[in-house]
T-cell receptor, first 116, second 115 residues
Framework: NAGVTQTPKFRVLKTGQSMTLLCAQD?????MYWYRQDPGMGLRLIHY???????AKGEVPDGYNVSRLKKQNFLLGLESAAPSQTSVYFC???????????????FGPGTRLTVL | AQSVTQLGSHVSVSEGALVLLRCNYS??????LFWYVQYPNQGLQLLLK??????LVKGINGFEAEFKKSETSFHLTKPSAHMSDAAEYFC?????????????FGAGTRLTVKP
């Protein structure tokens, strides 16, 4: 199993450009998440999905959109990139078990995005 | 609302020395607490978790952490550091009932191990 993969690994954008980050998981997980990691701030949740065709806002959703058209993929879009969106973006997935008090998240390797 | 504070953004120890990474939490309800490790150019990996069972929790690679409610702390320790322990470590908190969407991460502590 590849686990959670992210495409691309690095990207440089100019202000105002758009792009899409792709996250794919092969563990048949129901839940998927997008986080951003900034120096001195840890990880913050951008958007998440509890199943195919559903998405919801996290802690810092502004400036981002997401889509979950297929269970294994979760896309993060930036319509008009801003320098404040320079960050490392992590995708994660987790299974759903109604009988479990905790469902571990599995993280991808990250995408380093720079907006000039 | 819940939050965690990691004391010290950088910690440096010698190989074989004790590792102590500090984490204090704030939560209005009983929390679940976690430590994650991030090796260079990799995603986060779960090191250990506290889920209201034993207060002393053992994780992978010889790490352990103790939940101290009176001190609102969940410090991470390892008796003897190894060069391979060099990484960034994140403490995280989630309120009960557990929900990944409500997890809050600390700012991280970068551990350096000197030969």
């Amino acid at each position: 199993n590849a686990g959670v993969t992210q495409t691309p690994k690095f990207r440089v954008l100019k202000t105002g450009q758009s792009m899409t980050l792709l996250c794919a998981q092969d563990m048949n997980h129901e839940y998927m998440y997008w986080y951003r990691q900034d120096p001195g701030m840890g990880l913050r949740l951008i958007h998440y999905s509890v199943g195919e065709g559903t998405t919801a806002k996290g802690e810092v959703p502004d400036g981002y959109n997401v889509s979950r058209l297929k269970k294994q993929n979760f896309l993060l879009g930036l319509e008009s990139a801003a320098p404040s969106q320079t960050s490392v973006y992590f995708c994660a997935s987790s299974y759903y078990d109604s009988f479990s008090s905790y469902n571990e998240q599995f993280f991808g390797p990250g995408t380093r995005l720079t907006v000039l | 609302a819940q939050s965690v504070t990691q004391l010290g953004s950088h910690v440096s120890v010698s190989e074989g020395a004790l590792v102590l990474l500090r984490c204090n939490y704030s939560s209005s309800v009983p929390p679940y607490l976690f430590w994650y490790v991030q090796y260079p150019n990799q995603g986060l990996q779960l090191l250990l978790k506290y889920t209201s069972a034993a207060t002393l929790v053992k994780g992978i690679n010889g790490f352990e952490a103790e939940f101290k409610k009176s001190e609102t702390s969940f410090h991470l320790t390892k008796p003897s550091a190894h060069m391979s322990d060099a990484a960034e470590y994140f403490c995280a908190v989630s309120p009960l009932p557990y929900n990944n969407n409500d997890m809050r991460f600390g700012a991280g502590t970068r551990l350096t191990v000197k030969p």
